[in-house]
């Protein structure tokens, strides 16, 4: 008998769909006709132990009882699942093969190896595991998937940076949430300090941003533009802007602005009505590739930025395309590429977005799929690619306007990638007026290639141009070098320095893809590749999330700020627990044990130091900042930042 162990009921029945009739469907499994049997989990039905399950002493919260490292570790059921996990029990030692059908991310191949491993399977039963890889809930993909099963072997990797990363939150949260709360409770603060790997330092993040915006103070800067006719008795052709020379600098700022106000003034009237001769010109036909097609957290923030949706909606919301009406591919995805082998499926899902009714009618009716992006990289896959449409039409499904606008959003960044490259013509002026440098730049469209599914694009950059203190986009006419010019006149324009803005959704989740920006260590900072960020594309709008329903961030508009709570909480935590270097050195740890570049020891090991050692510490924080509270925590209950339950459908 062979056993497919889906992650949740719903990829369960999808996989009981492409296999052999008839079936009998159960409340726990669905039997099919040649004796196999589909069964699945719901969400985790394993936990990791609570303290006082290793030792009954450690239910009392205690320092001297810190740090707590169990030896063996420990997996529990969960008590609303137990019924599911006797089933799964019973059919695994009735298999001959397993089939692991878990989501194809980290975390869903953890999800069902510890279940595996709870039932302490034969080495050989074990060795013979297969993977299944469902990204697309549709018939015809699932049909493909079961024809390319996989060792499950190959995916340990992955495994045990899943269970490293659920060990280390253990750790590091059981441990300091305890330690901190235990030493808040002496002055006063009769409630819990809630610590966590990721969580505490995002929101170390919305303090520090709110403090810098308060401390702010705005400083003048002046900036001068020439306005150049091509003679002298003729109306201005175009505005170049002055460049400061070295000899100006002790009157700039660290980013090159000029901060005196004479020294510009003096500029003005030196070029004012003066010739003005062209030193160079550097005009070049540039490319730009259609953007790569959306993994989740750069869905998040592009729903954020357009339709003002937080990232926890956007997650809800692409579950229900997935799971519910089966128009998306996987969407808990990191990966924003796609395997060469989809490319055979492009023409159909493109010819089936062509015949809907949606607004994507005409953009697909436009696209050509001979045209192959650099989306299609199957170095760039691991066990999923970047979240795409399915081949299911969306005719006649009713998506309310939160799925229809996400679903286009996912749809529009598919189609580019059957678009040419937008391209166009960057010229560069360099010009000398009265012994000083100034620069004029303009940029001539040739072909708007992808761009054309962005008719907005333009107008939203040179507003992003205003915003930054840029100019917008000029004309120049026809120019050579060593060309003379007339300068009609020179200009003054005095621009303040502005605070820095508070958070939104998109820039949060921006600041955790990116994180390696606001990490203080050179080192560090050269270590962290791009990619890594704080958290993972599946967890970081759950911890988002988290962080409001402990009332340690608010929202004011589209602001994110922190409360007085979460601003006294990182006040009083060491400087450590509340900075990303460290949980980002983790992150590209982990990252690197599923890619085989490092051992669960070589994670484990240091964390437990480090913890050990924060632990110690804590004794020397001063937490007398924090408001007095009343009530006393309940000490049994689990505080720590926990890692996301998924729902089953």
């Not at 055979?344 to 005409?362: D, E, F, M």
């Not at 000398?432 to 440098?437: E, R, S």
């Not at 303009?442 to 290639?449: D, H, I, N, S």
């Not at 922190?562 to 060491?574: D, K, S």
Request: include cysteine; proline fraction near 6%; hydrophobic fraction near 40%.
């Amino acid at each position: 008998m062979k056993l497919y162990i889906a992650e949740k009921p719903s990829l369960g029945r999808a996989i009981a769909a492409a296999l052999p009739k008839p079936q009998k469907n159960h409340k726990t499994h669905i039997e099919l006709a040649n004796g196999d049997v589909v069964s699945w989990c719901i969400g985790h039905i394993l936990a990791q132990a609570d303290p006082e399950d290793y030792d009954a002493e450690l239910k009392k919260w205690r320092m001297e009882s810190l740090p707590i490292v169990p030896q063996q570790w420990q997996l529990k059921p969960i008590p609303r699942t137990r019924a599911q996990l006797t089933v799964l029990r019973k059919l695994v030692k009735q298999a001959d093969e397993i089939i692991h059908a878990g989501d194809p991310d980290r975390e869903g191949q953890l999800l069902v190896d510890e279940v595996i491993d709870y039932f302490k399977l034969s080495k050989t039963k074990k060795a013979n595991i297969k993977r299944l890889l469902i990204s697309d809930l549709n018939l015809p993909a699932v049909k493909r998937a079961l024809t390319s099963l996989k060792p499950n072997s190959d995916f340990m990797p992955l495994s045990i940076s899943a269970l490293a990363r659920s060990r280390a939150d253990w750790l590091y949260g059981i441990n300091l949430t305890r330690a901190y709360t235990l030493q808040g409770q002496k002055t006063g603060y009769n409630s819990v300090l809630s610590v966590g790997r990721v969580q505490t330092p995002l929101l170390g993040l919305v303090v520090r941003r709110e403090q810098e915006i308060s401390e702010f103070v705005s400083k003048p800067f002046f900036q001068v533009q020439a306005h150049i006719a091509l003679t002298a008795n003729e109306a201005v052709a175009f505005t170049a802007k002055w460049q400061p020379s070295e000899n100006c600098q002790p009157y700039c700022d660290e980013e090159g602005r000029v901060l005196v106000k004479a020294l510009a003034e003096n500029v003005v009237k030196r070029i004012t009505n003066q010739p003005a001769k062209i030193s160079n010109i550097d005009s070049n036909e540039k490319q730009q590739a259609a953007p790569l097609p959306f993994n989740l957290s750069q869905l998040q923030i592009s729903a954020a930025k357009q339709f003002s949706m937080n990232a926890k909606l956007v997650l809800d919301v692409c579950q229900a395309l997935y799971e519910r009406h089966k128009l998306i591919t996987y969407p808990r995805s990191d990966c924003r590429y796609l395997p060469k082998e989809q490319l055979k499926q492009a023409s159909g899902i493109v010819n089936t977005l062509a015949k809907s009714s949606l607004p994507c009618n005409k953009p697909a009716q436009g696209a050509n799929t001979s045209l192959v992006s650099k989306a299609w990289n199957d170095k760039k896959i691991t066990a999923h690619h970047a979240i795409i449409p399915t081949e299911k039409s969306p005719e006649n499904i009713n998506l309310n306007t939160f799925e229809k606008n996400v679903y286009l959003l996912i749809v529009r960044q598919y189609l580019v990638q059957f678009y040419p490259a937008y391209i166009y013509q960057q010229t560069k002026v360099n010009l000398l007026i009265a012994g000083g440098h100034f620069v004029s730049q303009a940029k001539t469209e040739k072909q708007l290639g992808w761009q054309v599914l962005f008719p907005k694009s333009n107008k939203t950059k040179n507003q992003n141009k205003l915003e930054h203190g840029q100019e917008q986009e000029q004309t120049l006419p026809p120019l050579t070098k060593g060309q003379l010019l007339h300068c009609q006149q020179g200009e003054l324009i005095e621009k303040h320095t502005s605070p820095p803005q508070s958070f939104t959704d998109a820039t949060l989740l921006g600041a955790m893809t990116g994180i390696s920006r606001y990490v203080n260590d050179a080192a560090i900072k050269k270590v962290l590749k791009e990619t890594d960020g704080l958290g993972t594309d599946a967890t970081r709008a759950g911890i988002i999330d988290l962080l409001f329903k402990r009332d340690f961030l608010q929202r004011q508009g589209k602001a994110i700020t922190a409360t007085e709570v979460g601003v006294a909480l990182i006040n009083a935590l060491p400087t450590m627990a509340t900075l990303p270097d460290m949980t980002a050195q983790w992150e590209a740890t982990l990252t690197a044990i599923s890619e085989k570049n490092a051992n669960y020891l070589s994670f484990m090991q240091p964390l437990t130091i480090i913890v050990n050692e924060m632990v110690q510490g804590a004794s020397q924080q001063s937490f007398s900042g924090l408001p007095k509270v009343a009530f006393k925590p309940k000490r049994g209950k689990r505080t720590f930042q926990k890692k996301p339950v998924k729902k089953a459908s």
